[in-house]
């Protein structure tokens, strides 16, 4: 499998799926943004679920393969160019060598995935390549861009703003009035997001106290209160400790919902509780393991098919 | 060595996937001692489905795996149970790092603006601030925030400074300061504390931090402004 960056994307990068184990020493577990999409992106092209992928946000890469492979795009939908052929979300995609992959505008959400089949071992940092001049190669073609005849249910990252939080340890700390703004009236997704922390835009919250916390671990979808009333949620590439008050969390399953969120878009936080939240987490791996089982499925039962055309 | 057997501790949830254990309510030797020890008891005697531990200057925290952890027969619930249960039974202060680290540092200066700010809100003299924070011989209670980070405490409570509203761009060598709490930053970064020094002293070798959690720290002032 050989891919090269023929554009760079600046926020474009290999993810993995988070370091464990090192928080003690600071370093961060990091990963991809939206743990659902990237997933799928896997299970489409029958990868094993956590195989590196590339994370893509707009202004997107410009991406040349040199030989043949079957790739998904799993996310944000950024009008996604093969040659000269629009390619769908959420389908395994067969495609010819020397093709360029694009993205024309971005239509909705905020991080699309892109899966190679046989994963991006090797593949390294997404820098610009410097070995070709892609300009002189022959011209490009829409021959030979199999598009399969089925595609993953990804509804369940839908764009409704509504996104579930469990009380932080600081809860308690927001005035009766801003824990009722909290908890109901819609916020905006700040221009100072990216992936370590995304600021909400809303009136400024009051505290019954200011009084300094002391430093101590925070997590992925920790939200924090910053001395002027305005909060962050914190992403994947989230410092390990803090000292913000954390007045809440939001929970591991609408985690991808929310990192799917762009600048100026709305959402409006409800709280639940563990158990709902574990509910929600055990309904969505069972989603994802359900595409990868149909998915190993249908490409074994189409090469079977197909195996005398070869 | 000292064996050990604290009674209380808090335990609160961090989120959905992880959580965490308290052990006291303030900045205190022994008290991250304890927090030492349990971090290495854990470490060394891992529970299924933990698979992150995040000591800090009083609490320990510990993330798990989710998918693990919620299935029905399990549950976060029984996690918790296997905690406790652990908790009871007594632990080692062991021998800890105590290695002395004299750090030269610029106070004031266009890398550590926030020295005036301090002086004014508080009204002390630079000197005076200077003369404060270079005073004590300060302890490592734990490494966190980005790779190299050391938290050092018990900064003198006159130069207790909140955090800014608005984390601003940091270069590495900062000496920063909030709450009761001084420390460094090893690398460019957001912050939220007050800068009042630079220091050149290397705080990664090999990308591994060099300060380490109980270890001593004296800064030593480089300049009068």
Known sequence: ?310 | MKSENRSYYEIYALGDSAFTIEFGKDIHPETNDHVIARFKQFQENPIKGIIDLIPAYHTLTLCFDLTQISQPKYGLNTLIEHVKLRLEEPVDIGEISQNLHEIPVVYGGKNGLDIIRVSLEKEIDVNEIIRLHAEPTYRVYMLGFIPGFAYLGELNKVLSMPRKSIPQPIIPGSIGIAGLQTGIYPSISPGGWNIIGHTDFPLLKNDLPILQPGDRVKFIPQNQI
Not at chain 1, 58 to 85: H, Q, R, W, Y
Not at chain 1, 230 to 239: E, F, K, R, Y
Not at chain 1, 278 to 302: D, P, T, V
């Open chain 1, 1 to 310: 499998m050989s891919l090269i960056v023929h554009k760079i994307g600046i926020l474009d990068t290999i993810q993995h799926f988070g370091i464990r184990g090192q928080q003690s020493k600071g370093i961060r577990p990091g990963g991809v943004m939206d743990l659902f999409s990237a997933s799928i992106a896997n299970a489409l092209v029958g990868n094993k679920l956590t195989e590196d992928v590339v994370e893509i946000h707009f202004p997107a890469c410009e991406i040349i393969f040199k030989k043949s492979c079957m790739i998904s795009l799993v996310g944000a939908d950024f009008t996604a160019k093969l040659n000269e052929k629009y390619l769908p979300l959420n389908r395994p995609i067969l495609i010819p060598d020397e093709s360029k992959l694009r993205f024309i505008a971005p239509k909705s959400g905020r991080i699309v995935y892109l899966a190679v089949q046989g994963g991006l071992a090797g593949q390294g940092q997404l820098e610009k390549s410097q070995e070709i001049d892609f300009k002189k190669k022959q011209k490009l073609t829409t021959d030979f861009i199999h598009i399969f005849p089925w595609s993953a249910d990804t509804t369940w990252r839908t764009d409704a703003p509504e996104i579930h939080v469990i009380q932080g340890r600081e809860w308690e700390r927001l005035k009766e009035e801003s824990q009722r703004q909290f908890c109901c009236k819609p916020v905006k997704i700040s221009n100072h997001s990216n992936r370590m922390g995304y600021r909400l835009q809303h009136k400024p919250f009051y505290t019954r106290t200011n009084e300094e916390i002391i430093s101590s671990a925070v997590n992925f979808g920790t939200i924090q209160l910053l001395p002027n009333g305005h909060t962050i949620v914190l992403m994947a590439d989230h410092q390990t400790t803090g000292g913000y008050p954390r007045i809440a969390h939001v929970i591991s399953a609408d985690l991808p919902k929310f990192a799917q969120k762009s600048p100026g878009d709305e959402v409006i936080f409800h709280l639940t509780d563990q158990e709902t939240a574990e509910k929600e987490w055990q309904a969505q791996q069972k989603h994802i393991k359900q595409i990868q089982n149909i998915s190993q499925l249908k490409l074994n039962e189409s090469f079977e098919k197909n195996s005398h055309k070869l």
